[in-house]
């Protein structure tokens, strides 16, 4: 009997865990970067939007940053933006899996070769903030690192 309770249990944990990761993707929509945006990896450089990465001004004060990882850095590896800016991220790696988090915000994402990663941050407070890669990438891993200065 001992036996069946554990086993039960053991399942009915499972399971449990299992619906939340599909509460996770389905309902609330996390998880990895769409499948719907599948690009080329060898061919960044000539495909729009990442043909010009860099920032614009989409709306007021919003903005929108195309930018490309790849092992030791972030291009454009300078931004600028007004305090109260809405920034939208549009992120894809040349090489490897690499991370991109703006410490001290909830910005946090996965940005894998292949895929375009989008995320929005408003940066209400002025200063410069640190954005990280937080995957382990390679030999240039600790060089990559860049600021967005919030004026
Ligand atoms: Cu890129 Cu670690």
Request: aromatic share 10%; proline share 5%; hydrophobic share 40%.
């Amino acid at each position: 009997l001992d036996e069946k309770i554990w086993l039960t249990l053991s399942f009915g944990i499972i399971m449990i865990f299992m619906l939340i990761t599909g509460y996770q993707t389905f309902a609330l929509s996390m998880g990895p970067p769409s499948n719907k945006e599948i690009i080329d990896p060898q061919k960044v450089d000539q495909t729009a939007p990442f043909n010009q990465p860099g920032m614009k001004k989409i709306g007021e004060n919003e903005y929108e940053v195309v930018m490309t990882l790849q092992a030791f850095g972030f291009a454009p590896s300078k931004i600028e933006v007004p305090v109260g800016a809405t920034v939208h991220f549009v992120l894809t790696s040349k090489d490897v899996v690499h991370g991109f988090q703006i410490a001290g915000t909830n910005a946090n994402a996965m940005v894998m070769p292949g895929h375009i990663q989008r995320i929005t941050q408003t940066f209400d407070t002025r200063g410069s903030f640190l954005v990280l890669c937080n995957e382990y990438c390679g030999g240039g891993h600790q060089f990559m690192s860049t600021t967005i200065t919030v004026l």
